[in-house]
RNA sequence: GCCCAGGUGGCGGAACUGGUAGACGCGCUAGCUUCAGGUGCUAGUGACCGCAUGGUCGUGGAGGUUCGAGUCCUCUCCUGGGCACCA
């Protein structure tokens, strides 16, 4: 190729991407004489545009991804779509069309705008989970999971639109009202499809200690929000009950408290609840205004509290004298324990609530160890560790930690005949059941005579009609005429589809077994699941550190049990790597009633709006979206400066796990550093200095920073990376070293540079004498030899204040740096002629001299 | 409301296991240079006091432990993420 001039990506990144296409580079081959690198970042919803977000990962998986191919592994880096979901569903119904034709158009598009990145992806194993290939298999496994007994129906709730006649997303729910309509949303039961998850949960919470190469904040919210409590499970002989609720079961974690017990309450979904509404107006109107409320657990429980007496009582179970009456209230889950509990105003801050509101007695089971309590407005709470004294106690000793109390409890409680201490979980069962058209149909048929009967898996995939129209609401596969119509496989007579599909969630749960082949006519191979499994590193977003990645764990140790994954895949995610966001600047005025109007940052200079010269209000770093107006588009950016240059923005300031904000001048200053390296490259192959004493020392430099680029990479700190790389070429731009030792440091510059920059890196090397394509060359290893000083500064503190700092050997003996440190002028000066007090020298680090 | 993070110069951030706070970059200032069209190079740049040697203060806030705290402990304020039908 002849040698451009200047730094010319718009020229240079096409070639370079055709190169590594022509020698197939990033083509994932199973090879049985090297170790492979499975390397995935999470896969994109086709929204039709990518974004910076996006930018950010996928650079990251493709640093990962070239490090790795540079030290000799066998790399899988694949890219697919996560296709299915409701986006897609409302743009077919507001702008007409089809999901199908606006998701496959979309994900042309993105991959178009995807390539001129330059990732190092094997696009022969791309797929979307709408495609029939994909969901058909996902259908076997279903049915797979269905006979293993891993998947079942029951009831359970969802957000009801009652004008719209349809099932709403949480957060189609605004307000308590549904997005489109505006309507007050209702809560509706429906038969529903649930897997198993909960089976799991001692495992899955069990597991996490094993995933040491997760980030720790991500395990801990996972074993909150499995949330294992142990505590008692017992019955109250209720007075005054309907029959058939003679007793009321109650679950509490606390059961330490029981003697400070002041009312009872059930949920307003409870069977006794129901059966009150039945025959109470009063509770039917209470109930049917917690239902109202919708189903996330953030709803239930920003809500002011409230509840209604039942009138009926329950006796406590150690005062048959005591009485306590029983609400049905509006934060009580039924999913959650028995979905009734007693409630101990002066140790929780709910209770509490609820007990002022309803003017309940507030009774004092504890109290801090030193000091009389006297609750207020404020519950008495101390973590459970803290021993504090026991003015009520139910059991053990008058001071000890809640711990203790809780253990002694529930010991007493059982040997009373009061209940048993029992393992309870948070997590729910998962319910899989959608009433959608755009998702994958659970392949399952309704039958007069045989019931519900798995469809034959000759059968799959049970493909979605196309001919569906979106004009009306409600799901389009119940209204289609003939779709559901079907024989029963069972005894062939007519019967009918199961018409929910099924939550996308369960498509993102094994794409990445899928990856390792893609088009396997069973939902996996055996040798290749067997070669390439496990996920080596996965990247992605903190906003999935719950349901996707413990749906995916859930999910691998189901597929175990059913044979399509081999057991070390049960946590298929070795290392775990959550990435910030990347967020922009907003820029508004406000409209005449103070709210604010949004503006591009082309719209406005020098903090004034261009148009009319009003001063705009800025907030410095917000998440990208559309309504703000603060989305910078990759492909603006690729074409202004490049790829490599959105490449090294996103990876040079911020710590990868933290937000970055994209700025203008920041992409302005990543280029000019990126044509100040190349020019660097073409000076050094122009020259002809010949070699001199400068050469010992840029040598070192350039091992210094193989070894601190390296440590960054494998580190997760490529943003430490990169200014090791700004460092080096510094050091190479300032250095008197001769022409092939300029050469050699550049060189040195591109292998480092190539993960980052790949396309720059070729050109570098390319430019330096480089052989081959730098894509294909080996990893630099750091001479340890190279690295080392000869001598050091220590610096010299007098009261832990740095007053002065010495040069000493590296190796300089313990009593020879304290003479060395005593000799200075500055703790001369200190001591004024005085021995120290205390000398601490921490050798390589500090030297400190108490007076 | 509950759970999980994060707060360091004008800005993004660095600081390994408690050991020189501010690496590296942006911006700014000054100077030099120029096939000024995304210039390039050199030097300086936490705040305050001082002519200077130097000194005082400084990692959201308040306390504490330590020879020494951005780092550990207690309390507190603010910002972000998740909360099971967004993906």
């Not at 709730?157 to 308590?176: F, K, R, S, Y």
Request: charged share 25%.
């Amino acid at each position: 190729m002849t040698q451009p001039r200047r730094y010319d990506p718009a020229t240079s990144e096409p070639h370079w991407q055709r190169a590594w296409q022509e020698a197939g580079v990033f083509t994932a081959r199973r090879d049985p004489d090297r170790e492979k690198y499975y390397v995935l970042e999470m896969f994109p919803y086709p929204s039709g545009r990518i974004h910076m977000g996006h930018v950010r990962n996928y650079t990251m998986g493709d640093v990962v991804a070239r490090t790795k191919m540079a030290q000799g592994y066998a790399v899988l880096h694949p890219m697919g779509w996560d296709a299915f979901g409701m986006p897609a569903e409302n743009a077919a119904m507001d702008e007409g069309g089809h999901p199908k034709d606006w998701t496959y158009r979309n994900i042309a598009d993105m991959r178009d705008q995807m390539t001129p990145l330059g990732l190092s992806i094997d696009w022969s194993r791309e797929f979307a989970t709408c495609d029939p290939e994909y969901y058909g298999q996902q259908q076997a496994m279903f049915l797979d999971f269905l006979e293993a007994g891993l998947v079942y129906r029951r009831n359970a709730t969802v957000n009801w639109d009652p004008v719209d006649m349809t099932v709403l997303a949480n957060e189609q729910v605004e307000d308590g009202k549904g997005w489109r309509s505006g309507a007050p949303v209702e809560r509706r039961e429906l038969t529903q499809w649930f897997f198993r998850i909960s089976d799991y949960s001692e495992e899955l919470l069990e597991a996490l200690d094993g995933l040491e190469n997760w980030p720790e904040k991500v395990r801990t919210m996972q074993r909150n929000w499995i949330g294992r409590s142990r505590g008692l499970q017992f019955a109250f002989a209720t007075a005054g009950a309907p029959e058939g609720f003679e007793a009321l079961e109650v679950f509490s974690t606390r059961p330490d408290t029981l003697l400070g017990a002041t009312f009872a309450a059930i949920s307003a979904d409870h069977p006794l609840a129901k059966h009150l509404e039945r025959h109470d107006a009063e509770v039917a109107d209470f109930v049917a205004e917690c239902r109202r409320m919708g189903t996330s657990e953030e709803a239930l429980e920003t809500a002011e509290k409230t509840g209604l007496d039942t009138g009926i009582k329950v006796r406590h179970p150690f005062d048959a004298a005591l009485e306590l009456p029983v609400y049905i209230a509006n934060f009580i889950l039924l999913d959650y324990g028995t979905g009734a509990i007693f409630g101990v105003p002066a140790h929780d801050q709910r209770d509490l609530d609820f007990a002022r509101k309803y003017e309940l007695d507030v009774i004092e089971v504890f109290e801090p160890k030193d000091a009389p309590l006297g609750v207020h407005d404020t519950a008495y709470v101390p973590p459970k560790t803290e021993p504090v004294r026991y003015v009520r106690p139910l059991a053990g000793g008058e001071i000890q930690t809640g711990e203790a109390a809780i253990e002694a409890a529930i010991a007493t409680c059982e040997r009373n005949g009061v209940g048993q201490g029992v393992t309870q979980y948070r997590l729910r069962d998962w319910g899989i059941s959608r009433q959608r058209y755009w998702g994958c149909p659970i392949p399952v048929v309704h039958c007069e005579t045989c019931g519900v009967v798995p469809e034959r898996k000759e059968n799959l995939p049970i493909r979605l009609p196309e001919d569906v129209s979106f004009d009306q609401p409600g799901n389009p596969l119940d209204r289609h005429p003939g779709w559901a119509r079907c024989a029963c496989p069972q005894c062939g007579a007519e019967a009918r589809r199961e018409t929910d599909t099924m939550d996308t969630f369960v498509d993102s749960s094994w794409y990445f077994a899928r990856f390792t082949a893609p088009r396997a006519d069973t939902p996996t191979d055996p040798d290749a699941a067997e070669y390439w499994m496990n996920v080596d590193q996965y990247i992605g977003g903190i906003e999935h550190a719950i349901l996707h990645l413990l749906y995916s764990r859930f999910f691998a140790r189901a597929m175990h049990r059913t044979g399509h994954l081999p057991a070390k895949a049960i946590e298929p995610f070795d290392a775990l790597f959550t990435q910030g966001m990347v967020t922009h600047e907003v820029t508004f005025t406000r409209d005449e009633r103070g709210r604010p109007v949004y503006h591009l940052p082309e719209e406005v200079a020098g903090g004034k709006l261009k148009a009319t010269g009003e001063t705009v209000e800025t907030i410095a770093q917000a998440k990208m979206s559309k309504s703000k107006k603060n989305v910078v588009d990759p492909v603006t950016i690729i074409g202004q400066y490049g790829a490599d240059t959105a490449r090294w923005f996103i990876l040079s300031d911020s710590p990868p796990e933290r937000d970055v904000e994209w700025t203008a001048a920041g992409a302005e200053a990543a280029h000019k550093h990126l044509a100040r390296v190349w020019r660097l490259a073409a000076e050094a192959a122009d020259s002809a200095d010949p070699a001199s004493d400068a050469d010992t020392a840029l040598e070192k430099a350039a091992h210094r920073a193989i070894h601190d680029v390296t440590r960054g990479i494998e580190g997760f700190a490529f943003n430490k990376s990169v200014a090791a790389l700004y460092g080096l070429t510094n050091t190479v731009a300032k250095s008197e070293a001769g022409g092939d030792a300029k050469c050699a440091a550049m060189r040195a510059m591109a292998q480092l540079m190539a993960p980052m920059v790949p396309h720059l890196a070729e050109d570098v090397w390319a430019l330096c004498g480089g052989d081959g394509l730098v894509a294909e060359a080996r990893w630099p290893v750091a001479d340890p030899a190279l690295l080392v000083e000869d001598e050091i500064t220590l610096p010299v503190q007098i009261n832990g204040k740095r007053r002065s700092e010495i040069r000493v050997a590296r190796d300089l003996p313990q009593p020879e740096i304290e003479k060395a440190a005593l000799a200075d002028e500055a703790v001369q000066r200190a001591l004024g002629g005085a021995a120290p007090r205390k000398l601490i020298v921490v050798p390589g680090r500090i030297v400190n001299v108490v007076v």
